[in-house]
C-alpha cells in the first residue's frame, strides 16, 4: 500500500508548493504589470517634457534625456501630445504601438506613428532606448531640426504681364549735414554717383535738402543692381548712412513712379505668401540626410494692374516733353480699366494730381452743358442758337476768345467753334441742378474708392443763382475736376454709359451713389458734336490720327489758364491737361503725341 501511495502524493507537493511560492511573488511585486502601463508612463513624461521622469523609465537614462531633449529644442516644439495603442509581447520583449503629435510654431501640427521598444528585467517592463522610440526613421545618431522655406513673394505686372513692381533689396542712402564736416563736398560726391539713377540731383539740390532737414535726409532709394554699381563711391563717405531692407523694387525707374509708389503702398502688405516648412534628419557633423515631414510653401498670387505699358509709355513721354505741370489720364472705356496716369516732374512735386488735382474745365464742360440742354429738351444738336461775340447775363458779361461770333448756328456748330456766348445762354436758362445731374450721369462728382489710387473726379454744386450757374455752364464758376474726372466722362459717351474706374484686378471699385446714364439719343449727339471739333473745330491737329472724339477746353485762372483736352479714339479715352499751359492747342499737341506713338491696333 505504501510504495503505491507515495509516487500519488510527491507531484501534488510539487504542484502545491510552486503554487505557495507564487502567490507571495505577486503580491511582493510593485508598479503595473505589462509593458503597455510602461509604455504610458514614458509617453506621458515625454509630453509633459518632463525628461528626467522620462529617462529614468528607460534603460539608458542618459541617453534617452539626451535625445528627447534634443527633439524639444531643435523642433522649437510648443507641445507634445502622445497616445499610446497596442502592444505585442514576445518573451521579455514587447512593442508599444504610440502616435505622437507635436504643436510646432505658427500653428504648424506634425503628427506621426511608430512603435516603442519594450523589455522586462527583474519582473519590471522598462522602454529599451533607441532613437525610434521619438521618430521611427530617426538613426541613433541622428537628431531632428524644423526648417521654414520662405513663400516667393508676390510681384506687380502690368496688363500684359510684365513685371513692374519686384520683390528686392533697397538701399537707402541718407545724408546728415551736421555730420558731414564740409557738406558741400560730401553733396559733390553724391551727386556724382547718384545722377546716373535720377538726373534732377545736383550738389546744390542735396546740400540745401539736408542742410534744411533735422536729422538724416534720404538721398536716393536704390535697388540692389544700382547699388552695386555705386556702393564703392558711398560707403566712408562722412554723414552718410546706407541702410539696405526688403521693399518692392521698381523695374524701371521711368515708368509710372508716381502711380507706382501709390500702388507700392496698397499692396506691400499683402506680398508675403504662406511660409513652407519642413522636419529633417541630421548626422553628427550637421548635414541633413532625410525629410520627415515637407509643407511647401504657398506664393501670394501677383497683382496685375490694369495698366497698359504701352499706353503708359506713349503718355508719359508725351507729358515729359512739357515744362509746365502737365498730366494725362487713360481709361478703356468699355471695362473701366485705367490704362495710363502720367505725369511730369513738374506734376509730381504736387502729388497724384491727375487723379485728385482740383481743377477749372473751361470749355470741356460744355459738353456737360449741352447733355444737359439734350436732356431737359432744351436744345438739341440741330438746334439754332445764337453765338454773339459777347453775352451778358445779369451782372456778368460773357465774351467769346478774342470776341469772334459766327452768328445763329445749330448748338453742334457751337460746340464745334467753343461759343462762350452760345453755353453761358443755355446755361442760365436750365434749372438749379441740371449741371450737377447731367455731370453725374457722365461720370463727375460721384465719389469713387479705386484700391491703389487716391481719386477725385470732380465737384459741380447745383446752383439756382444764375450768375454762377452761367458761369459754371463753360467751366468756369464753382465747378472743378481731375483728368481722371474728364477722362470718365470721355469713357461715358464712348460707351454709353458711365464705366466703373479700377487700377487691380480683383479688387472691387465702390461707387458713392447711383450711377445712371442717359437716353441713347443724348449719347449720339454728343458723340456727333466731339468728332466735328476733331474734323473742322478747335482739335483740327489730332485730325490725322484716325477717328477721333474731343473737345478742346482752356479754363481762365489767375496767372494765366489751364490746357484741357479731352476724347477717346476707339476704346481709349483721354484728358489731358496742362496747368497754366495757355492755348488748348497745346494739350492737343501732347495728346496727339501720346496717340502718335501707340503701336498699330490700339
Known sequence: MSTSTTPLRTPLLITLTVALLAVPAAGCARGPQGPVPAADDFAAAFAERDLTAAAQLTNQPEKAGAAMGSAWDHLQAERLTARIGSSRVTGDTATVDYTYEWRLPKDRTWRYSGQLQMGRSGGRWKVRWTSSNIHPKLGDTQTMSLRSTPAPRARVNEQAGSDVLVPGKVSRVAFTAANAGDPGAVATVLAGALRRFDPQLTPESIRDAATATSGAYTVALLSEHEFDQVSTDLIGLPGVVISTQWDLVPTDRAFAPDLLAQIRKTVIAEVDGKAGWSVVTMNANGADTDVLTEVPSQPAPSFSLSVDRNVQNAAQRAVDLREEQTMMVALRPSTGAILAIAQNKAADRDGPVATIGQYPPGSVFKTVTAAAAMSTGLATPDTVLPCPSRITIGERMIPNYNLFTVGDVPMITAYERSCNTTFANVASRLPGDALHAAAAKLGVGPGYTVAGLPTFSGSVPPSDELIQRTEDGIGQGKVVVSPLGMALMAATIAHGSVPVPYLIAGRTTTVDGELTTFSPQVITGLRAMMRRVVTGGTAERIADQ????????????????????????????????????????????????????LPPGY
Do not use: P
Open 546 to 597: 484716325g477717328e477721333v472724339y474731343g473737345k478742346t477746353g482752356e479754363a481762365e485762372v489767375d496767372g494765366g489758364s489751364h490746357s484741357w483736352f479731352v476724347g477717346y479714339r476707339g476704346d481709349i479715352a483721354f484728358a489731358t491737361l496742362l496747368v497754366k499751359g495757355g492755348s488748348s492747342d497745346n494739350a492737343v499737341a501732347v495728346t496727339r503725341d501720346m496717340v502718335a506713338a
